[in-house]
């Protein structure tokens, strides 16, 4: 077995090579070859579908309970803020610079690396399956939620995305709604008294004002927001219908189609989900998993921020190297000691769960 230095070196190398390799969302082929040559080299059997990579640890048992660690090697555009090449792995001060870098490239490799040094392990409380997904910033179907199908029943998740490696015992999910007000077409200067317009605004006033009753203690309310509101071509003309946006941030408390239905009740309009499955996720501090981060001084927290965990069924705690604050921002960066402290905090964390 290799020593922990020596995989988190490997993993800082695989970690540069990931950002000199494009990998827009539904376009990673590259670097799935990339994760294809690191479980080659260690002598680990893997398997793939489309862009997506997972393996299982050596000495897997149908009759134990099976842990997933989980994170994505696709990454969104850079933005046009950029002054560094965002391919270009730049280390100054201490900083691991280029596109992915911190979302969530070093939470992937760190993952690699710690699922690489348990993969020989006996006598294991759980299976260990590592997944590097694809089409995670884009919600595609071609990501983590096609690979379930293949992976036995998972008992609990990590997710590797950037959390300073405190512990995200919680994530909102979302529901993104497409609202369709209708009314009356007419000329604008005759009478109406069914304008959509002026319909749409005490719709709009409910998703303002309306609270659902359950409010999570990690995660606190349900947030509704009207984000788009469009209707209308001429300036004499009032159109036949208004359309709204309306982004949904849910708590734990609640799963989307509890949600949907309180919101079909109460609004006259059309209704219609762009999507069901970005569910909230949670993990009890109890769990043997947060357990373990507590015991090494982490603390928990509730993350307003969406990832893979809202496709999962299991219990699933959000935890990695890097800051949320810096994905997606121009001259994204990890630091390469957040690396090296994630490698060890995953494998103390591990240790804890899986030996105990």
């Not at 939620?145 to 909102?172: F, R, Y």
């Not at 984000?227 to 734990?252: F, M």
């Not at 307003?304 to 069924?313: A, M, N, R």
Request: negative net charge; proline residues 4%; contains cysteine.
């Amino acid at each position: 077995m290799k020593n922990i230095e020596t995989l988190t070196q490997e993993a800082i190398s695989l970690l540069k090579s990931l950002i000199k390799t494009p990998s827009y969302s539904s376009e990673e082929e590259l670097t799935a070859l990339l994760i294809e040559n690191w479980f080659r080299q260690n002598n680990i059997p893997f398997q793939r579908e489309n862009n997506n990579i997972w393996a299982f640890n050596q000495h897997f048992d149908k009759t134990k309970p099976t842990l997933l660690l989980n994170s994505h090697h696709d990454t969104v555009k850079p933005n046009q803020g950029y002054t560094n090449n965002p391919f270009e792995p730049k280390v100054e001060d201490g900083k691991l610079y280029g596109l992915g870098s911190n979302d969530a490239g070093g939470c992937l490799v760190s993952l690699i690396a710690t699922f690489t040094h348990f993969y020989t392990a006996e006598n294991l409380s759980h299976n260990i399956v590592v997944v590097a997904s694809a089409e995670e910033e884009s919600s595609g179907k071609k990501g983590l939620n096609s690979v379930l199908k293949h992976l036995p029943e998972l008992d609990c998740a990590i997710v590797g995305e950037p959390t300073l490696m405190q512990l995200a015992i919680a994530e909102k999910g979302l529901l993104v709604l497409d609202v369709v007000v209708k009314g009356t077409a007419s000329h604008a200067a005759h009478q109406n008294p069914d304008n959509p317009i002026y319909n749409a605004m005490s719709v709009i006033d409910w998703f303002k004002t309306y609270q659902f009753e359950k409010i999570s203690e990690v995660l606190g309310p349900v947030k509704m927001t009207v984000t788009q509101v469009n209707a209308g071509k001429q300036h004499n003309v009032v159109p036949a219908e208004c359309h709204l946006v309306v982004d949904i941030r849910v708590n734990d408390c609640y799963n989307n189609t509890e949600i949907l239905e309180t919101v079909r009740t109460n609004v006259n309009a059309e209704v219609t989900p762009r999507s069901m499955h970005l569910n909230a996720s949670s993990i009890p501090v109890s769990h043997g998993l947060v357990q373990a981060g507590i015991a090494l001084g982490r603390t928990t927290y509730g993350s307003p921020t969406l990832s893979d965990q809202s496709v999962l069924s299991c219990q699933s705690l959000k935890l990695g190297p890097g800051e949320s604050l810096r994905s997606h921002s121009a001259d994204e960066f990890i630091y390469i000691n957040e690396i090296e402290e994630g490698i060890q905090l995953y494998i103390k964390i591990l240790d804890d769960f899986l030996r105990n």
